[in-house]
């Protein structure tokens, strides 16, 4: 054991940013500025900063919306008027607009011919759309929309692939007050319905189809039924992507953006909705999660302005999907002036690097995608760096699952070692990061590199004792502005409360195991309601993964730990095959040998089991917890939403299992 005298050396950074990185970085300024305006700390970097922004948290936030120059139409009478959680009160009396703050660099005339969005699919290099063109259209589609009848807290919902239409209607619901909502094409009717039904939406924007995997994907029979089961609309709003006619009575998207017409922003309270996300939902219903207009415009004007160092000379790229919290971050890029990137498309078409092609074409300088589809890369033996130009790119940043060790080393021996590398973590339910990108910090290989700012993270044991260096809960123990301000039909609270705040009452806890590593890093295991507990010892299922997917043979696993009647504990690890490859003897050998090795003798699973895939909520994470209660004896139609899962007959392969153990 090291004493305290002689602490452990820290383990040496793979990258760290220069001197002139760190004084050129927006949230270096911001502390100078913040320390001259609130008492913030001058010295002592980020650390010092973080520790000012979770100590004085009303302070903080006032800071980060005069940074911002937040324009409050009507002003507040405090900043934060009740901590409690669920139910904090942000910023009492104000009222604001988050898409007036979008597209307030159009206001710029020299900035105004620049352009906002650059669309790219994968039939054609990028499109421009300026910041005035884009202006223009939402204030032409904003003054229909109120023609229609549409009124501050009407939903508004899209059927919508990451195409610029998607963006302007969100922006011109958000003028008029509307509460916006979507769902990717790619989502079968079940899955929409399930999710469009909560709110009731009286417009519906939708394609009539989509492209993807070099392959037209026609969804009109979908839009049909959408359209005969969703009662409440009012309008609904064809999008021609495959050119096909308008249907009978639906409107022209041309025809509602084509007016020359000066935006008007509806002026609502802090607190007023500005859209509706939904958890992965694997049992019942999906969550129906509202956050508000001032909370993510103030989240995300720190998040992005000041962690991810984004402004006006930027262009910013990450891979999603419009029915994932990401493609709602990524649009906030407009709020820092940046340049959005929407590509829509497969992220491995015509082949593995395409995402690369991507940044290279658009000239991305921060490039976000999945920790999964870095390991594809490095499987595949992707070589950026040397295929592609990306020397405008200055940090990769990724999410949606822990970054394995591999993939860090991966990503600065093949894309550039001066290059920074934010693996971030935190969740449809904030719209936003717990832990991640610090500009101004070094990067340790698997870790990410602080806590958030505002964010007082913490790593909690069963008894809610903080600790350091050990695993715990993820807890949050003061409020962020953009956590939920409630749940859809949730009228009592309680679903909202169980969700979050059951465990530790009056403290977020989010589900996923973490480490506070004794130099302020974050190390994410995975799911805390899926860990894997034996003799005492606990790991995330990533770490396993981490270590199987390592080997060529394994395309993808699944693990369970499933405690039984007897007291005993059943670990079956279930591996997804490559092409070719046969799981013999041999090849079971070298999987238990290299968890015994790497990890732990404890984790080696009592069975491998060859699957025919592993399956996924419709955000791609592995579903863990429904494959868990499946193997337990739940029943398929008890255990998970059909209408959540990308391949529901997967989960009858899981089902026989359990039949057969009996």
């Not at 979507?182 to 189809?209: I, K, T, Y």
């Not at 039984?564 to 070298?590: C, I, Q, S």
């Amino acid at each position: 054991m090291t004493s305290a005298a002689n602490p452990a050396p820290q383990p040496a950074p793979l990258w760290q940013p220069d001197s002139d990185r760190i004084a050129a970085a927006r949230i270096t300024r911001f502390q100078a500025w913040a320390a001259e305006r609130y008492g913030a700390p001058a010295e002592g970097g980020y650390p010092a900063l973080h520790r000012w922004s979770v100590a004085e948290l009303d302070t903080f936030w006032q800071a980060v919306a005069d940074w911002f120059d937040i324009r409050f139409s009507s002003p507040y009478e405090a900043v934060l008027a009740d901590r409690t959680m669920p139910g904090a009160q942000w910023f009492p009396g104000a009222t604001l607009n988050y898409a007036e703050h979008a597209l307030r660099t159009a206001e710029d005339p020299a900035r105004a011919g620049d352009p906002a969005l650059l669309h790219v699919d994968e039939t054609h290099e990028p499109v421009e759309i300026s910041w005035s063109a884009l202006r223009r259209q939402v204030g032409s589609l904003a003054a229909q929309l109120r023609a229609l009848g549409v009124r501050p807290g009407d939903r508004i919902s899209g059927y919508l692939p990451n195409v610029p239409q998607a963006v302007t209607a969100l922006l011109a619901s958000a003028a008029v007050g509307a509460v916006w909502t979507s769902c990717a094409p790619d989502f079968g009717a079940r899955s929409v319905l399930d999710r469009f039904q909560q709110v009731e939406p009286v417009v519906l924007f939708a394609v009539d189809g989509y492209r993807y995997g070099g392959k037209e994907h026609d969804r009109t029979d979908v839009v049909a039924e959408l359209r005969s089961e969703l009662p409440t609309l009012r309008a609904v709003v064809h999008i021609p992507l495959l050119g096909t006619p308008a249907p009978e009575g639906a409107l022209e998207w041309s025809a509602l953006t084509s007016d020359e017409v000066e935006p008007v922003f509806e002026q609502v309270p802090f607190d007023h909705p500005l859209w509706v996300l939904y958890s992965s939902g694997t049992t019942g219903l999906p969550k129906a999660i509202v956050q508000s207009q001032g909370g993510i415009l103030l989240e995300h004007f720190k998040q992005l302005g000041l962690h991810c160092d984004l402004g006006p000379e930027d262009r910013f790229f990450w891979y999603t999907s419009t029915g994932w919290m990401m493609w709602n971050f990524l649009v906030s890029g407009l709020l820092t002036g940046t340049t959005v990137v929407l590509y829509d498309g497969s992220p491995g078409y015509p082949d593995t690097g395409a995402q690369w092609g991507v940044a290279e074409r658009t000239g991305a300088t921060l490039f976000g995608t999945s920790a999964a589809y870095v390991m594809a890369c490095r499987k595949a033996d992707v070589h950026p760096g040397r295929d592609f130009d990306l020397s405008r790119v200055k940090g990769v940043a990724t999410t949606g699952s822990p970054l394995p060790p591999d993939g860090f080393r991966w990503l600065h021996d093949e894309v550039r070692e001066d290059l920074w590398i934010a693996s971030v973590s935190g969740g449809t339910d904030v719209c936003s990061c717990f832990a991640g990108a610090v500009p101004t910090l070094p990067v340790h290989i698997g870790e990410l590199q602080a806590p958030c700012l505002g964010t007082d993270l913490q790593a909690w044991d069963a008894q809610g004792r903080p600790v350091i260096g050990e695993v715990g809960e993820l807890v949050v123990t003061n409020p962020m502005p953009s956590m939920p301000i409630r749940f859809w039909n949730d009228p009592d609270g309680s679903r909202y409360r169980e969700s979050y705040f059951d465990m530790f009452p009056g403290v977020w806890r989010h589900g996923d195991w973490i480490t506070i590593t004794d130099h302020g890093s974050v190390i994410i295991h995975g799911r805390s309601d899926s860990t894997l507990n034996r003799q005492g010892v606990r790991m995330g299922s990533a770490d396993i993964y981490e270590v199987v997917e390592r080997l060529p043979e394994i395309r993808e696993s699944l693990v369970i730990g499933l405690e039984e009647p007897d007291g005993g504990y059943w670990m079956p690890l279930f591996v997804h095959l490559a092409e070719g490859a046969v799981l013999d003897e041999a090849l079971r050998t070298r999987i238990k040998q290299a968890i015994r090795e790497q990890l732990s003798p404890r984790h080696v699973p009592d069975e491998i089991i060859e699957a025919p895939g592993v399956p996924h909520t419709l955000t791609g994470k592995r579903i863990e917890v429904p494959v868990k209660r499946l193997l337990q004896g739940t029943a398929l139609d008890k255990a998970v939403n059909p209408g959540s899962v990308d391949n529901l007959d997967l989960l009858r392969f899981y089902e026989d299992v359990a039949r057969k153990r009996g």
